[in-house]
Structure formats: C-alpha cells, structure tokens
C-alpha cells in the first residue's frame, strides 16, 4: 500500500518537524477562582494545523482528572468544551473537593504525543506547600515545604505516588513548615508527593510535584554527555532533546524574547483569557518545565504584580537595567533611544535596537 500526503500538508508536516521537539501545549488554571462552579482548567495547543479541525490532525488534545494518587469522592461528572482541536475547557466542579489533586492534559501527535500535569492544592488545607512545582537536576539537592496553614498535634505523613514515605513528628516543624530534602536526588525520585497530618482529611494535604532531570545541571542527551544552550529568562533544558522549554511570556530558541504582555505559547501566539491579562491563571508546560504564574506574576494565587526591578515568571528575575533604562515586569529592561541589551549596556544603534517594539526585550549576544 503505498501512503501518499496530500501536497497542500507538505509545508505544515515541514514547519511541524522544524519548529523544536518540544511540544506547544499549555494547561491553565485559574487559581484565583476558589468557587468551583467557576473554577476552570483549558489547555491550549500552539501545534502547527491544530486549529484545523478536530478530524484533520491524529489524536484529539485530552483534559483529564488523574484520580490514580488523589482520590476524591464522586461527583457530578465534569464538563469539557472544545474549541475547535487546539483547545479544551474542563468545568462543571461542584465542591470544593473536586478541585483537589491532579490533572493532565495530553497533545501533540506520535512520538511527540506529551503529558502536562498540573496539581491543584485546597486553600482551606491544614498544610500548603511554599512551592507546587519543583524542578532539579540530577544529582541536586530538592527540599518540599510544607507550610502549616491550620495548626494540628499529630504526625505529618508524607507520601509519594500515593504510598507511604515518611514521618515526622509535629514538633519537628522548622520556622512552621515541615521540610522533606532530597539530598543528591535521582530521576526514579521524580512524582506526586503530599504531606498530611495524621487524623486529617488527605484532601487537606499539601501536594508537590518534584521533577527531576535525566542529567546534571547543563546537560542532555542519552548519556548527558551533551551540552545545554543557556536557557535565559527562567527557561528550562530538555534533558531528552536539548530544546529551551520556555517559560510562560517567553520565546526564542533561548527564550530570549519577551512576548508582549498578556501572552504566552512557543510564539507568542495565545492571548490570555479575560480581562486582568494572566493575572491569576498558573500555567503547566510539557516536563521538565512544571508550573509557574505568567510572566509578571507571583504569589499562590498569581495575584500580585512583581515588585519594581523584578520581572518575569513568578517574578523570579532581576532588572539591573544601566544608561537610564527602566524595568517592564513583563519583559525585563526597556532602554531609552541609543541603548540596547538586556541590561540596556550596548550603545549605538545595533541591529535589534532598531526594533522599537515596547515590550519586547532585545536579543542577547552570545552567553558569557
Ligand atoms: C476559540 O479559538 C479561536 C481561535 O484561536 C479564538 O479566537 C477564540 O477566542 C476561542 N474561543 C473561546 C471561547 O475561547
Ligand atoms: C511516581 O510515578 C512516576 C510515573 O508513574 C514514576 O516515574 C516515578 O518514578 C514514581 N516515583 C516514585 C517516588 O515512586
């Protein structure tokens, strides 16, 4: 049987193999809505023909509940809308507890085919972690905190996939969280973790995700014998194929461009929902990214905007912006006339400066 493409696919089946190997998929959820008839999860897939309709491009984007590891009792059953095959909306959550746990979202075709997982935490829990996502090397040192929300006197367990880890007694809480360190950790440590007090409900524990890298930091391939690019902006290397998975506001090979405010996707490409921009919405790329606020947010909630002289994902970048140039929370030093760089110290009209787009941060040179 001989397999023919039709000619007019060519070009995309093209585009699609040369655009990374990282796969465009986004899972959201809006964290500040704590009603649950509100609340909702959309995941949105940047693929190249994904708006072509549902019937043209191999398997359908999945929105799903992982009830595998956090278990909540039955409910109503939840909804999904798609909009055409590049996006599906998951509501229809009745009661608190049906926003607990996790959810994953699955796109991208064949061996591309990639899982995004995003972990819902209960604000009313008794312990709440400092930090969902955590992402390391191999061989780092990874620390899961959880903080004390409301106080109890008994064990905290702490489990990994859903089975037993840990215990720590409830006067070995350090400055009121209670600490799990992974020294030297290793890929196999990589799951779902929660951290419980004893007699309480599972759903008010704090949930964690730790990802951990097939390599040492820097590095990828097989082996890890390959180097990583410098990821800027809080971008991430893959340890499978060497791709910048960047973060949420982010492009460019490197991660070296600023998308313009209220954007996110592989080019920019998506608009955040609703009026307040990304403000409130976490976002979930492909592994070993995780979750983060979008670009020029920060908090549990992703409310608050960063404060001056920071930028970026969950604000965790730093403006040292020279010559007068002034910091945009969004995408970090915005130089006056006569001036570019990321730090607005390269004088003289280069080839990027002459891009007066705002909001847009120039291109870097070469690292180092
Ligand atoms: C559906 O997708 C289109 C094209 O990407 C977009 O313009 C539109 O806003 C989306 N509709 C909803 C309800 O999200
Ligand atoms: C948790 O499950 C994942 C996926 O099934 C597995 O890769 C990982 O090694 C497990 N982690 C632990 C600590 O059991």
């Known amino acids: 049987m001989v397999f023919r493409v039709p000619p007019f696919l060519l070009p995309i089946l093209f585009l699609a193999s040369h655009v990374g190997a990282a796969v465009d998929l986004t899972l959201l959820a809006s964290l500040r809505l704590t009603d649950p008839q509100r609340f909702f999860l959309t995941c949105v897939s940047g693929e190249a023909g994904a708006e072509r309709g549902s019937d043209a491009w191999g398997p359908p984007l999945l929105l799903e509940k992982d009830d595998r590891i956090v278990r909540a009792p039955p409910g109503p059953p939840l909804r999904l809308v798609r909009n055409g095959s590049h996006q599906v909306t998951m509501r229809g959550f009745s009661r608190p507890a049906d926003l607990v746990g996790v959810f994953s979202c699955v796109g991208g075709a064949g061996a591309r085919r990639t899982r995004v997982i995003y972990v819902h935490n209960s604000f009313g829990a008794h312990l709440l972690p400092d930090k969902v996502t955590h992402t390391v090397n191999k061989g780092d040192t990874a620390v899961l905190s959880a903080r004390i929300h409301k106080h109890k006197q008994t064990d905290v367990i702490w489990k990994s996939n859903g089975s037993y880890f840990n215990t720590l007694d409830w006067q070995e809480a ?27 409900s599972p759903l008010g524990s704090a949930f964690f995700r730790l990802i951990v890298r097939d390599c040492g930091a820097g590095r990828w391939g097989p082996s890890c014998t390959k180097e990583c690019p410098s990821c800027l902006h809080g971008g991430v290397c893959h340890d499978h194929d ?28 998506e608009q955040c929902p609703g009026i307040s921009g990304c403000q409130g919405l976490t976002f979930c790329l492909p592994d070993p990214y995780g979750c983060s606020c979008g670009s020029g947010w920060k908090g549990s909630q992703c409310q608050e905007a960063c404060a001056p002289g920071h930028f970026g994902a969950d604000c965790r970048l730093q403006c040292q912006c020279q010559n007068g140039g002034t910091c945009d929370r969004f995408s970090g030093c915005v130089c006056p006339s006569g ?18 787009m705002r909001g847009m941060s120039a291109p870097v040179g070469a690292p180092g």
Not at 340 to 355: P, Y
């Open 174 to 200: 350090e400055d009121g969280r209670f600490l799990l360190p992974f020294p030297n950790v290793q890929p196999p440590s990589s799951g779902i973790y929660s951290a419980t007090y004893l007699d309480a």
């Open 339 to 356: 001036w570019h760089g990321v730090h607005c110290e390269k004088s003289g009209w280069g080839d990027w400066a002459s891009n007066p």
């Open 242 to 269: 060497g791709d910048c998975v960047c973060p949420p506001g982010f492009t460019g090979t490197r991660c070296e461009q600023a998308c313009r405010e209220g954007r996110f996707g592989q080019s920019c490409q």
